[in-house]
């Protein structure tokens, strides 16, 4: 059984940053694609950014390029998320989440994300004052 299990969110200001965690167990993470997402209260979940299996290639929102990076370590079986420069509207809760299926790629469609990753974790808030 796959588990997921984020970590490093917190309550920070404007412009400052976080690193979230997502530690994996179970299945074979270094042949899966991972993504992290993010769902604000009243709002629909998007995807913030995702990587390959491989690390060879990522995506991310256009809300976040620039700011955010995405990247793994296969012999940690974690995937990091650095965010620089927190803005009050990257508030929300994040939530890692794994493929099932061996060296699938990635998009940032919501039609195909959103059917694609098998294995949530259950998240970590992130909350950025002004």
């Known amino acids: 059984q796959v588990q997921l299990v984020e970590s490093g969110g917190g309550l920070v200001q404007a412009g400052e940053s976080l690193r979230l965690s997502c530690v994996v167990s179970?299945?074979?993470?270094?042949?899966?694609?991972m993504g992290w997402f993010r769902q604000a209260p009243g709002k629909a979940r998007e995807a913030v950014a995702q990587?390959?299996?491989?690390?060879?290639?990522?995506l991310y929102a256009d809300s976040v390029k620039g700011r955010f990076t995405i990247s793994r370590d296969n012999a940690k079986n974690t995937v990091y998320l650095q965010m620089n420069s927190l803005k009050p509207e990257d508030t929300a809760g994040y939530y890692c989440?794994?493929?099932?299926?061996?060296?699938?790629?990635?998009?940032?469609?919501?039609?195909?994300?959103?059917?694609?990753?098998?294995?949530w974790g259950r998240g970590t808030q992130v909350s950025v004052s002004s």
């Open positions: 990587i390959t299996w491989s690390g060879d290639s990522t």
């Open positions: 179970g299945g074979s993470f270094s042949t899966y694609a």
């Open positions: 989440a794994s493929k099932s299926v061996p060296y699938a790629g990635i998009s940032m469609r919501s039609s195909t994300w959103a059917t694609t990753y098998t294995y």
